[in-house]
């Protein structure tokens, strides 16, 4: 069969599609440099694209890997070929993927994605995990294994909140083992340090296999993995392929296997021929087979109303962090606010764009004040809406009205509904934002749960005002209806340690640092203030204990 790839293999690499030789020929469509059959999407949509491709070379089916990262074409739903869209980052783009997921015949996702992404108009599939190593950059490398236990990956606490207190616990395990806790390797120098550690430690974001359990096999490491993985006992053998550690057991886990290098490696060794079959290049010819025999969805994005989905196109592109499609996305913006004057996610959708630093929308102050109004429009169409009252307080804030942001967050305390936009605007490392996005995919997402933000934000804002009292009152309402929240436990501290609460003052921040695992700014204030309370000896093992940490986090240099 004739197969055509957009987006990134396996979320990995193209290197597999080199190394591929199968029965299928497997050929790439994209905007990069080296695709196979390059296009313009600003030029070129995906009927057109297939027509041009298919005069020499007709392709069966298109695989789109990461549509979330790489979105397709438009029209893709009108192609006269089986098209299946390859999901990772669910948790994130959720409200990108919820619709436009309905323009493929086939779904493919993680065990947890299926639950996630299913909908009355999309029914995914999870046949088999769908990362795999670069053989190219993974494999074992001619160096001594040096490194005891290593990590690589994000540090963001509230990304993973749960990886995150296990990090700590590596971490304090510096002072026995030689600990590397990395961020922002890769390539060779990331498969380099994979094989120079005994043991790497990883700890899925949604209960996957995901991408570092095949590196790290790859590599000849032990890869240690949590017990409660959702996917890892269909395809390895605990204590035969990899270790699985829990809560109870985690230190002892590491331990054992320091102490047992012997059966370490045999595990590893046991691993890595493993894991050779799910190489890219040797996994292709399964996913095709598969795939091609999907029943069709019937591509019900093409029932929808035009009104609906010239707004999912524009949303297909607006969250794209590829320049060559935002142009795309300027073309489509007027086009969608005509057909939708009257829906407040177009006028979301609007602000989100001048938000942003590539939009062409005249200097800073013309831009602010566009991005304001769009926001503002948009909460006057759904006044009870949560997340339009919050967004308006975010734009508000952004253009340092602060009245305005007041009363936005008073309107965001009174609103009812979560009608709107179901994803809020803000950076992309804003705490609230990574829970609520993945709160959304899950459908756990609460009304609770933006009332007790508005608070929280109302409190800073009372507390730049000079009203200490009514911003407590704020962080009280908000540790009711949102435990989860730690936004206002800085806060919290501060105001009980002014107002001469200095032992209530401590408390928080002990609760605070318990609750935001890797982060050294509630451990450094609560630093200074043990030790301006006397508490010296107590100062003296925090600070100990946060050098530990911060041992284990130095820069990696290979």
């Not at 190593?133 to 490194?147: A, L």
């Not at 795309?328 to 001048?354: F, K, V, Y």
């Amino acid at each position: 069969m004739n197969v055509l790839s957009h987006g990134t293999p396996f979320f990995s690499s193209y290197d597999c599609l080199d190394r591929y030789s199968g029965p299928h020929e497997v050929r790439t469509a994209g905007n990069f440099e080296n695709a196979y059959y390059r296009y313009d999407p600003r030029e070129e949509d995906a009927p057109a694209l297939i027509s041009r491709i298919s005069r020499d070379w007709r392709p069966g089916l298109l695989l789109c890997w990461m549509p979330e990262i790489h979105p397709p074409p438009l029209h893709i739903e009108e192609v006269q070929i089986p098209t299946v869209a390859l999901v990772s980052d669910w948790n994130v783009f959720y409200p990108l993927l919820e619709t436009n997921l309905a323009r493929y015949d086939a779904v493919l996702c993680d065990t947890p994605g299926v639950r996630a992404l299913k909908n009355s108009l999309v029914s995914p599939h999870h046949l088999f995990p769908l990362y795999s190593q670069i053989t190219k950059f993974h494999r074992p490398y001619p160096e001594p294994k040096d490194i005891d236990v290593a990590f690589v990956g994000n540090l963001n606490h509230t990304a993973h909140s749960v990886r995150a207190r296990y990090l700590e616990r590596l971490a304090r395990l510096s002072s026995r083992y030689r600990i590397v806790i990395a961020t922002q390797v890769h390539g060779e120098d990331y498969g380099r340090l994979l094989s120079r550690a005994r043991i790497v430690f990883n700890h899925s974001i949604r209960g996957e296999l995901n991408l570092r359990v095949f590196e790290t096999m790859a590599c000849g490491s032990l890869a240690l993995l949590e017990e409660d993985n959702l996917e890892v006992r269909n395809w390895f053998e605990p204590a035969r392929d990899l270790v699985l550690y829990n809560q109870a057991n985690f230190e002892e886990c590491i331990a054992h296997y320091l102490a047992h290098p012997g059966e370490a490696s045999a595990i590893a060794e046991r691993g890595m021929a493993k894991v050779e079959r799910f190489a890219g290049e040797n996994r292709l010819t399964e996913l095709i087979d598969c795939a091609a025999t999907l029943p069709s969805s019937g591509r019900p994005f093409r029932d929808l109303a035009p009104e609906e989905r010239l707004y999912q196109d524009f949303t297909m592109y607006a969250f794209s962090q590829w320049n060559v499609y935002h142009a795309i996305e300027c073309e489509l913006l007027p086009h969608m606010m005509r057909a939708l004057p009257n829906d407040p996610r177009a006028w979301t959708s609007l602000g989100q764009h001048l938000a942003n630093a590539y939009s062409d929308a005249g200097d800073d102050a013309q831009r602010r004040i566009r991005y304001l109004k769009a926001f503002a429009q948009a909460q006057r169409l759904a006044p009870s809406s949560a997340p339009c009252a919050l967004n308006l307080a975010t734009a508000a804030r952004a253009c340092q009205l602060v009245s305005q942001e007041v009363d936005s967050l008073n309107l965001a305390l009174l609103a009812t509904s979560l009608e709107g936009p179901q994803y809020l605007v803000g950076s992309s490392g804003y705490p609230f934002l990574i829970r609520w996005q993945r709160a959304v995919a899950e459908k756990t997402a609460t009304l609770a749960m933006l009332h007790a933000e508005a608070h929280i934000r109302m409190a800073h804002v009372l507390a730049g005002q000079g009203e200490p009292s009514h911003a407590e009152e704020h962080l009280a309402q908000a540790g009711l209806l949102d435990p989860h929240n730690t936004g206002g436990m800085d806060l919290l501290a501060e105001l009980q340690w002014v107002s001469g609460r200095r032992e209530e003052a401590i408390a928080t921040l002990y609760d605070g640092m318990a609750r935001q695992p890797m982060n050294a700014a509630p451990r450094e204030r609560l630093c200074e203030m043990l030790a301006e309370t006397g508490r010296d000896e107590e100062a003296r093992a925090l600070a100990e204990d946060s050098m530990l940490i911060a041992r284990a986090c130095q820069p990696f240099y290979p």
